[in-house]
């Protein structure tokens, strides 16, 4: 007999393509905590290139560039108002286009664009770079990162510790940046510091992404288009089907009427059409999310009037060297790294919200440490000793409530979790640029730094405040056994 044609031959080994043409075979991909680790070391790098060093460096620029400090901090806070702006919106093609593009395109670009930097002579030149560094920012940041570590792991079971591990990143950077900034600007100029880590950067960053960060192909938060494409093209087909079975029912006579056999497999047939229902839509912003909110903006709103105006109160109102500051400044974010890596396993276990209330009283403590009373009148405090205990308490507390913060948005579904987690350093950004503001205006008009340390310790009191109230509102009823499910998909698995 002849063999069977060619066309049907390529056909019939067409059918066992994958369903995604760019989907690597499983055992070509790094396990998932190597994910989790790349991942953090990727974010390590790329926010201190775009944020930690214009951050740190912002005494010595404003000297070198003769400027006042509200206008030093307004490319930090157009660097937040732009991902704050553009957050939604790139959240939701996060979600459609996934974070393999969105990485490689950003981390590129911020590769190419951070050596801009050290050659900034004006105000206008910073307040472009720091625009283009938001956008960089924006589509390879913290959001991109949590979705290409949970695509990694099957469940939520892990999420607490990954998500602690990634977020420490940030905190090692934010420990070994500061040191190294202050020490080259201190020997070399602070343009000589910026451009070195700038080609750090570059060199290791790159490589890690296009090799590691890759969405698993198991994930199924987002077809890929060839599988929507046949997904279309069978609906279309089954909904012609019904059609012309339709058009032959209504050409044929009545059938008699149905015996008892045929009744319970009609029942039997319907059941199974009824389990087989997809689950209801997870919603993007569930009620129980909102407290999380409020506590992030409040936590934000303190995190960024420490981490934009800490140095310049250290070095130009307490009168500590600029090296010597920035070594507090390592040491906060050091404590900020092993309170994260802590923070992760007691997540796995105990209730989010009431750790979130207790990290957000350490915060409430530590922010009155920079503030010396005395009667009725009270100042910036004059002591090294209430400043190293500040650095102590208050690296726990906004470690622990970014990680808590952060943990707990899987929890209320992985459908929309680019949307949500974007929703979240919306108001991040927003409520850090809006204190950081008003830290430099209250500086800039009164002299001094203490009104805004009040603001700042106001805040942890909101923290507080939002997190008992999503324990006792939802995470309590929960556990007492009434039902308030966030994620709807698990309510009908759960049945």
């Known amino acids: 007999m002849s063999s069977p044609p060619p066309r049907r031959r390529c056909r019939q080994h067409s059918s066992a393509l994958p369903d995604s043409i760019d989907a690597a075979s499983p055992k070509k991909l790094p396990g998932k905590w190597a994910v989790v680790a790349a991942a953090s070391l990727v974010h390590a790098l790329h926010a201190t290139a775009v944020y930690m060093v214009p951050s740190t460096l912002l005494s010595p620029m404003r000297h070198a560039l003769g400027l006042s400090i509200a206008e030093i901090t307004r490319p930090l806070i157009a660097y937040r108002i732009v991902q704050a702006m553009l957050l939604l919106p790139a959240g939701i093609l996060l979600d459609i286009i996934g974070p393999q593009l969105y990485l490689r395109v950003a981390i590129t670009a911020a590769a190419l664009s951070a050596p801009l930097l050290p050659l900034a002579s004006s105000l206008s030149h910073l307040m472009t770079l720091q625009i283009f560094f938001a956008l960089s920012k924006l589509i390879g940041g913290l959001s991109t990162m949590l979705v290409v570590v949970a695509s990694a792991f099957p469940s939520d079971k892990g999420m607490g510790t990954a998500t602690s591990v990634l977020l420490s990143g940030y905190s090692l950077a934010g420990f070994i940046a500061p040191a190294v900034i202050g020490t080259l600007s201190q020997h070399y100029g602070w343009r000589a510091a910026s451009m070195l880590l700038s080609l750090v950067f570059a060199v290791f960053a790159v490589p890690l992404t296009f090799h590691f960060l890759r969405e ?51 029942q039997t047939s319907q059941s199974q059409s009824t389990a087989a229902t997809p689950p209801p839509k997870e919603p993007l912003l569930p009620a129980p999310y909102l407290p999380v909110a409020v506590a992030v903006f409040a936590f934000s709103f303190s995190m960024h009037i420490v981490f934009d105006h800490l140095l310049v109160f250290l070095s130009e109102d307490f009168g500590m060297p600029f090296d010597r500051a920035t070594y507090f400044m390592s040491a906060l974010n050091l404590i900020s790294l092993c309170t994260k890596l802590a923070v992760g396993p007691l997540a796995d276990r105990l209730n989010k919200s009431l750790l979130m209330a207790g990290f957000g009283s350490v915060g409430a403590v530590a922010s009155m440490l920079l503030l010396d009373f005395s009667a009725l009148t009270f100042q910036t405090t004059t002591s090294v000793h209430h400043v190293m205990s500040f650095i102590l308490l208050y690296s726990v507390a906004y470690a622990a409530v970014f990680s808590l913060t952060t943990a707990v948005l899987p929890e209320f579904g992985k459908s ?73 998909a698990a309510k009908v698995r759960s049945q």
């Not at 069978?234 to 019904?242: E, N, P």
């Not at 974007?422 to 009104?451: C, D, E, P, Q, V």
């Not at 923290?463 to 309590?476: G, I, Q, S």
């Open 216 to 266: 698993h192909p198991s994930s199924t938060r987002r077809p890929s288009i060839l599988t929507l494409f046949k997904q279309l093209t069978t609906r279309f087909k089954f909904s012609t089907l019904l059609q012309s079975e339709k058009q032959q029912q209504t050409q044929q006579p009545s059938p008699p009427p149905p015996n008892a056999a045929s009744i319970s497999l009609a």
């Open 416 to 488: 929309k979790l680019g949307f949500r987690s974007n929703f979240s350093l919306m108001i991040l950004f927003a409520s850090g640029s809006l204190g950081s503001y008003i830290a430099a205006a209250l500086r800039s008009a009164t002299g001094t730094y203490k009104w805004a340390f009040v603001w700042n310790a106001f805040s942890w009191l909101i923290v507080v405040a939002a997190a008992l109230a999503k324990y006792v509102l939802y995470d309590r009823k929960k556990s007492n056994g009434v039902e308030h499910t966030t994620n709807p």
